[in-house]
Nanobody, 123 residues
Framework: QVQLVESGGGLVQAGGSLRLSCAASGRTFSSYAMGWFRQAPGKEREFVAAISWSGDHTHYADSVKGRFTISRDNAKNTVYLQMNSLKPEDTADYYC????????????????WGQGTQVTVSS
């Protein structure tokens, strides 16, 4: 079992930055691929970024490539999402996810989800 708790959301102006954190419980954190999804009001949930268990491989949605960076610290059981050059269309609830298989994290429904943290980007 993996429990995920996100933090770091908030209100920021367009062009600004935020860093989201996701603290995971469980001694097997380093075995899991991790990722972030987001869901904007009235829209479907969408993939944002993923990182392999070792941190060697990362993947991004085209809409955030070059602006967002996913990273992890296995010693701290934490995964991060650094968001730069934020746009109003980045406004959404952001969810941390975990799964043994990084392909699942990228393209389907991962096994574990956090409760989400809200990000609002004002124009």
């Amino acid at each position: 079992q993996v429990q995920l708790v996100e933090s770091g959301g908030g209100l920021v102006q367009a062009g600004g930055s935020l860093r989201l954190s996701c603290a995971a419980s469980g001694r097997t954190f380093s075995s899991y691929a991790m990722g972030w999804f987001r869901q904007a009001p009235g829209k479907e949930r969408e993939f944002v970024a993923a990182i392999s268990w070792s941190g060697d491989h990362t993947h991004y949605a085209d809409s955030v490539k070059g602006r967002f960076t996913i990273s992890r610290d296995n010693a701290k059981n934490t995964v991060y999402l650094q968001m730069n050059s934020l746009k109003p269309e980045d406004t959404a609830d952001y969810y941390c996810v975990a799964d043994i298989n990084i392909i699942v994290v990228r393209t389907t429904t991962p096994d574990y989800w956090g409760q989400g943290t809200q990000v609002t980007v004002s124009s």
